[in-house]
Each structure stands twice: as C-alpha cells, then as structure tokens.
C-alpha cells in the first residue's frame, strides 16, 4: 500500500515556529527597550553637561553661580523641582544665555544651593531612568536615592574661586 504524499505542514510543525518567531520578537523588543533606555540617559547627561559648562563659565566669570541660593530651574520655569521659583529660575536662565547657545530640555532638573552630607554649595539635582545616577565632568556625586528604574541624583558642583 502506497502512503500518499502530504501537502502542507502538520500543526506541530505550525506550533514550533509560531513559538520560535514569539521568541525572537520577545528578545528583540526587549533588547530595543535597553538600547531606547541607554539612548534617553545619554542624551540628558549631555543636556546636563552643557548646564554644568554654561554654569562653570559664569562661574568663573562673574566669581559666583547665578541665583539667589533659591531652588530654580534651569529652563526658566518653576515646573522641574517641588519648591522651584519661577522668578529666580528666568532669571539664572537669562544669566546663562551669554554662556549658552541652547537650553537643552530636560525635566526634573534643579539648581540649588544648599547642604547635601558634609557638602555645602551649588548642586544640580535630577532625575533619570537608569540603575545609578552617571559621571558628570566637573561634579561629584553627592548622593542618589533608587526608586524602581529611576534614580534621583545630586551633584555637587566645584566653589567658584
């Protein structure tokens, strides 16, 4: 007896590569995830760091950071940090515009002066979505507080001398 020749593919067949093309789209949303992760930090440690050289620049300048020791923002709104001044952050903006030629955005950013430890002074504080705040040329980390995938970060920046 002649078995006849089958057209097509069984279920089983079906099954393993509906399973096998799930897991290779399972592996590369999650990779994409981490690369669009690594790619946001990026861009606002560079934001961040165009802030800690148009603040360095005034600083040595003028001999001081500008402000009033208030909390401000450094977009000029009082939206980044609880506690921000509106007033006093246009104002530390418009004393940057001479040493900046753009304001990156960058949310949840403070400038303020204060004490952090044993640390008294200028410190930048922020906000990112990693596992431990980054290195910032030109600042020490003051401290970090990790919550979930976010991490709250305060630099401390150099005393103008």
Known sequence: MKWAKQKGFTIVELLIVIVVIGILAAITIVAFNGVQQRAQTATKVEALASYV???????????????????????????????????????????????????????????????????????IAFIVTASTCPGIGGTVLLNQTISGSTVTCRIGLASPS
């Open 53 to 123: 050289k148009g603040l360095g620049l005034h600083a040595v300048q003028n001999g001081t950071y500008p402000g009033s020791q208030a909390t401000v923002c450094l977009d000029g709104t009082s939206t980044c940090w609880a506690g921000a001044n509106a007033a006093q952050s246009q104002n530390t903006k418009t004393a940057l515009m001479p040493f900046m030629t753009t304001f990156p955005d960058f949310s949840n950013m403070a400038f303020a002066y204060g004490t952090q430890g044993s640390f008294t002074g200028w410190y």
